[in-house]
C-alpha cells in the first residue's frame, strides 16, 4: 500500500477552531494533492504542493510537505460548518493518483 | 464549463445482476480514471484511460468488471454479475492528462448488491 494509515479517522471539534490532519506516505512523490468530499458530492482538489514548496496556502487552509520524513498536512484555521466533509491526502504511485484513508471533520455550529 | 456527469445515481441489485455506470468528463480532457469507494474509505483505482486506450487495468476485477472509453469522450463501467462485496460509490473523474495534474470527480453512482 502507499499510505501509512488506511482507516478513516475522526474529528470533531466547534466551529472557529483551528485543525491540523495529518497523512505519511510510503513511496516517494514529489506532488501531495489534498481532496475535499462532501456528503453525495465527489471528491474536490482543495490545494496541490510540489516537494520544492514544502508550504502552500490557499485562504484559509494550509499544507504542507515533507519529503524527509514523507508526511504532508493540511490545517485549516477559523473553521465553519461549511468545512464539515472527509479530507484526503493523494499522491501519485506512477502515473496513478492514489488515496490515504482521510479524516472525517465534524465542525459543530 | 460543465464538470463531470455520472449517471445513474443509485443503483441497487440483486447478487448476479449485471448493472452498467455512464461517465460524461470535462470536454477537452483526455484522461479518464473510475474509481471505486467502498463505505468510509478512500477512493481505490480501478482502471484509468488516455484517450481511448487502457493504461492501467490492474485494480479491475477482470473476470466480472469491464470498462471501456470507444472514442476517448464518454467512458462506461460494467459489472457482469454483481456480488455483495461490491456494494460502493463508483466515482468517474477526468483530467487534462495524467502527469500530476488535478482530477475532477463526478458525484458517483452509489451502488448496493443485496
Known amino acids: 500500500s502507499q499510505w501509512g494509515e488506511e482507516n478513516l479517522q475522526a474529528l470533531s471539534i466547534q466551529e472557529g477552531e483551528d485543525v491540523t490532519m495529518n497523512c505519511s506516505y510510503k513511496?516517494?512523490?514529489?506532488?501531495v494533492q489534498w481532496y475535499r468530499q462532501k456528503s453525495g458530492k465527489g471528491p474536490a482538489q482543495l490545494i496541490l504542493?510540489?516537494?520544492?514548496?514544502r508550504e502552500k496556502r490557499s485562504g484559509r487552509l494550509r499544507a504542507t510537505l515533507d519529503t524527509s520524513s514523507q508526511s504532508s498536512s493540511l490545517s485549516i484555521t477559523g473553521t465553519l460548518a461549511t468545512d464539515t466533509a472527509v479530507y484526503f491526502c493523494?499522491?501519485?504511485?506512477?502515473?496513478?493518483?492514489?488515496f490515504g484513508g482521510g479524516t472525517r471533520l465534524t465542525v459543530r455550529p | 464549463e460543465a464538470g463531470v456527469t455520472q449517471s445513474p445515481r443509485y443503483a441497487v441489485l440483486q447478487e448476479g445482476q449485471a448493472v452498467s455506470f455512464w461517465c460524461d468528463p470535462i470536454s477537452g480532457h483526455d484522461t479518464l480514471y473510475w474509481y471505486q469507494q467502498p463505505r468510509d474509505q478512500g477512493p481505490q483505482l480501478l482502471v484509468y484511460?488516455?484517450?481511448?486506450?487502457?493504461?492501467?487495468n490492474s485494480q479491475l476485477p477482470s473476470d466480472r468488471f469491464s470498462a471501456v472509453r470507444p472514442k476517448g469522450t464518454n467512458s462506461t463501467l460494467k459489472i457482469q454479475s454483481a456480488k455483495q462485496g461490491d456494494t460502493a460509490t463508483y466515482l468517474c473523474?477526468?483530467?487534462?492528462?495524467?502527469?500530476?495534474?488535478?482530477?475532477?470527480f463526478g458525484a458517483g453512482t452509489r451502488l448496493s448488491v443485496l
Open positions: 493523494a499522491t501519485y504511485a506512477g502515473a496513478k493518483l492514489t
Open positions: 473523474a477526468s483530467s487534462l492528462n495524467p502527469r500530476g495534474n488535478t482530477l475532477y
Open positions: 484511460f488516455r484517450d481511448e486506450a487502457v493504461i492501467d
Open positions: 513511496t516517494y512523490t514529489t506532488v
Open positions: 504542493i510540489r516537494s520544492n514548496e
